[in-house]
């Protein structure tokens, strides 16, 4: 265990939980550690934002919370979304699924879906992770992140079929289309029997929080059924934008 990650996140719960402003002394003594310590690792915490300095004392910013809302976001929003999907799936009887981009891995996670009564389907299991450069959901999510992060990403990707991309240059083509279209697609980039398409949700701060997309047999995944699903799709990530109460602009 890292003993100064230990002390930092000691640091912080202490400074939550406190109604005013700590000094150093008070924050060794409550602790148990050394002044000099104490004052290393507020120093960190204030360069990252965490922790702000007033008349020599500290206190925790809103990062915090920041932090947590993010959290709370996720739980929510399968919760919220069911409904809509439900509504999608209902409409063009495919596979529906939201996923959310874990950047450390650049994976998508799912974390609700909602299956087809079709005999053919494609199939998302809740927690499933995927790679993002592949399949519609993370590609969706990444085309809203920031460059220096797309930059950050191997100049090479994994090759999982014929059709994936897998040159940082070309995905970073295929993420500026799907941030103009406004949508994404997946042709058998992961598995190439299988496809669909994805919209990316927002929260009430105008932050992706996820992506919604449809997973469908590539068999099925004609021109014309796109044509037909991406627009459905499309309404249902706003609905659930708006749901989660992303700015008018969004809805």
């Not at 104490?38 to 206190?59: C, E, P, W």
């Not at 299991?125 to 993370?138: D, F, K, L, S």
């Not at 799907?178 to 496809?195: L, M, P």
């Amino acid at each position: 265990m890292d003993t100064t990650v230990v002390k930092a996140l000691s640091i912080l719960e202490a400074l939550a939980a406190s109604a005013t402003p700590l000094g150093v002394t008070e924050l060794a003594k409550s602790l148990g550690l050394s002044k000099s310590n104490v004052h290393r690792l507020l120093q960190t915490l204030m360069g990252q934002g965490y922790v702000a300095s007033i008349d020599h004392r500290y206190t925790v910013t809103t990062k915090l919370w920041e932090l947590g809302a993010l959290v709370i976001g996720r739980l929510d929003v399968a919760r919220v979304a069911a409904p809509t999907m439900q509504r999608l799936v209902a409409e063009v009887d495919e596979t529906a699924h939201l996923s959310v981009l874990d950047m450390t891995t650049c994976e998508v996670v799912s974390i609700h879906n909602i299956e087809s009564t079709q005999p053919v389907r494609a199939y998302s299991r809740i927690g499933q992770r995927t790679p993002a450069h592949c399949v519609a959901t993370g590609k969706a999510l990444l085309s809203v992140q920031p460059l220096e992060a797309l930059m950050a990403l191997p100049e090479e990707l994994p090759r999982f079929t014929p059709h994936t991309v897998c040159r940082r240059a070309d995905l970073l083509t295929v993420l500026e289309k799907a941030r103009r279209d406004g949508f994404s697609t997946n042709v058998g980039e992961w598995r190439e029997q299988v496809g669909g398409a994805a919209a990316v949700v927002y929260d009430h701060a105008d932050r992706p929080l996820a992506a919604l997309g449809l997973t469908v047999p590539v068999e099925r995944l004609q021109p014309a059924v796109m044509d037909r699903y991406i627009p459905l799709l499309i309404t249902a990530a706003k609905e659930i934008s708006r749901l989660m109460g992303a700015p008018l602009q969004r809805r």
